[in-house]
C-alpha cells in the first residue's frame, strides 16, 4: 500500500476544499438564474403631450395711468370748503375745493344790473328810430334826426352784447369758485386746508386726481417683431398679461392699445401700450411689471417638461423609455420654452414616455425603474396657467 507523507497529504485536502468552493451548487439560492449586469436605475418619468402652446413675448413695462390732472384754482380767494379725503375715489362733477364766492357773485350782480339797463336803453332807441322813420315817411321827418337814431340803437346794441360778455365773464368765474373733479380716479394730497388763501396762477396744484380704471401699461420690445404685432392688432385683440416681478402673480389682463409711430433708433424697440380694467385696483401708477404679450397660439405642438431635456455628445438629447423599460436617447430640436415646458420640432411622438430625472445615472440600453414625484398643479411665474406634468407611478 502505497504510505502518504503528511506534507502531500495537507496538499490534497487543500486542493478539495478549492473545488468544493467553486461548485455551482453551493452558491446562494437567491442569486442562482439571475443575469449578470448593469443595476436598474431609478427615474422619474413623465409623457410626451400634443396640445396648444401660446407665442409670447416677454418683458417688462411700466403702469401709468390714461389720465392724471393737476387740480388748480382759476380764481382767487379764501378756501372755505374741502369735500373729500385724501386718497378718496371720486367720480367725474364731485365737488373738491369751494372758495368764497362772495366776491364774484356781487360782481356777477353788478354786470347783470348793467346788462338790464343798457337793453332798457336800447329798447328806447329802436323806439325813437321808429318814430323818426314814421315822420320821414309822412314827408315831415329830418335826416339828420334820423341818422341819429338809427346810430343810436347801433350803440345801444353794441352795449348790451358787451354787457352780456360781462356777465358771462362773472358767472364763469361765479363757477370757478367751485372745483370738480374733471374725471374718475382717486385723488392725492391736499396742498391747502380751510381758511388758506388761494392765489390764481400757482404752479403748486391744489390736489392731483389720477385715473386708476382703465390704466395703461407701457412696454417696450424689439423692432424684428413689429410686423408680426402689427398684423395680429389688424386681425384680432392681442391679449397682454401683466405680473408681479416678485413672485409672477398675474395683476391683470388687458389688450394692446397702440403702437408708437417711430422705432426708438438708440435702443432698436418699439413702444406699446395695452389697456387693463384694472377694476380691482391691483395696478399701481409709477409700478413696474413683468409683460407677457400673447402673440399667437401654436396649435398642436410637442411638449415635453423641459427637465427631459439634456445636453449630449450629439447635440439636445431626451432619453426614451420603452416597454422592456431600457432606455433609448433621442436627439431632438427645442423650438421654445414656455414657462417649465418646451416645445420640440420632432423626435418624439405623444404618448412617449421620458426621462425628467435620473438622465445622469443612465445609459442607452439601461434598465430603468420609475418613482414617484410631486409636481404641484399650480402656475409658474412664466407660464401664465395652471398645468400639472402628466406622471405614471410606478413603485
Known amino acids: 500500500m502505497l504510505s502518504l507523507t503528511t506534507p502531500f497529504r495537507f496538499l490534497i ?7 468544493l468552493a467553486g461548485c455551482p451548487g453551493n452558491k446562494d439560492a437567491a442569486t442562482q438564474g439571475k443575469p449578470q449586469g448593469m443595476p436598474t436605475v431609478p427615474v422619474n418619468t413623465a409623457l410626451v403631450v400634443h396640445k396648444d402652446m401660446p407665442l409670447d413675448l416677454r418683458t417688462f413695462g411700466n403702469i401709468e395711468p390714461i389720465a392724471s390732472v393737476a387740480i388748480k384754482a382759476q380764481v382767487g380767494g379764501e378756501l372755505i370748503k374741502v369735500s373729500f379725503k385724501e386718497g378718496d375715489d371720486v367720480k367725474k362733477g364731485d365737488l373738491l375745493f369751494t372758495i368764497q364766492p362772495k366776491l364774484y357773485e356781487t360782481q356777477l350782480a353788478q354786470a347783470e344790473a348793467n346788462l338790464a339797463r343798457d337793453r332798457a336803453q336800447a329798447a328806447n332807441a329802436r323806439r325813437e328810430l321808429a318814430r323818426q322813420e314814421q315822420l320821414d315817411a309822412k314827408g315831415g321827418g329830418v335826416q ?3 341818422d ?9 346794441d353794441a352795449v348790451v352784447k358787451a354787457d352780456e360778455a360781462l356777465v358771462l365773464i362773472a358767472q364763469t368765474q361765479v363757477g370757478y369758485t367751485t372745483i370738480k373733479s374733471p374725471l374718475d380716479g382717486r385723488t392725492g394730497a391736499i396742498r391747502l386746508r380751510e381758511g388758506n388763501l388761494v392765489k390764481v396762477g400757482d404752479d403748486l396744484p391744489l390736489t392731483t386726481v389720477v385715473q386708476l380704471s382703465p390704466i395703461y401699461v407701457t412696454f417696450a420690445l424689439p423692432e424684428q417683431h413689429l410686423a408680426d404685432i402689427r398684423r395680429g392688432m389688424e386681425t384680432r385683440t392681442l391679449p397682454v398679461i401683466a405680473r408681479d416681478p416678485k413672485d409672477g402673480h398675474t395683476l391683470g389682463e388687458g389688450a394692446l392699445a397702440f403702437i408708437a409711430n417711430t422705432v426708438d433708433a438708440a435702443t432698436g424697440t418699439v413702444t406699446l401700450k395695452a389697456s387693463f380694467p384694472n377694476k380691482d385696483a391691483t395696478l399701481w401708477p409709477g409700478a413696474f411689471v413683468d409683460v407677457v404679450l400673447r ?6 405642438a410637442i411638449v415635453v417638461p423641459s427637465p427631459a431635456v439634456t445636453s449630449g455628445q450629439r447635440g439636445t438629447q431626451i432619453f426614451v423609455v420603452k416597454s422592456d423599460s431600457t432606455v433609448e436617447t433621442r436627439n431632438v430640436t427645442v423650438v421654445r420654452t414656455v ?3 418646451s416645445i420640440l420640432g420632432g423626435g418624439v411622438e405623444a404618448g412617449e414616455k421620458i426621462i425628467i430625472n435620473g438622465q445622469s445615472r443612465v445609459v442607452p440600453g439601461a434598465k430603468v425603474i420609475e418613482k414617484a414625484v410631486a409636481i404641484p398643479d399650480k402656475p409658474t411665474s412664466q407660464s401664465g396657467s395652471a398645468r400639472m406634468l402628466r406622471l405614471k407611478i410606478v413603485t
Open 13 to 19: 485536502l487543500v486542493c478539495a476544499v478549492i473545488l
Open 144 to 146: 339828420e334826426a334820423l
Open 148 to 156: 341819429k337814431a338809427r346810430t343810436q340803437v347801433e350803440t345801444s
Open 295 to 300: 402673440l399667437d397660439t401654436q396649435r398642436d
Open 339 to 341: 414657462g417649465q415646458e
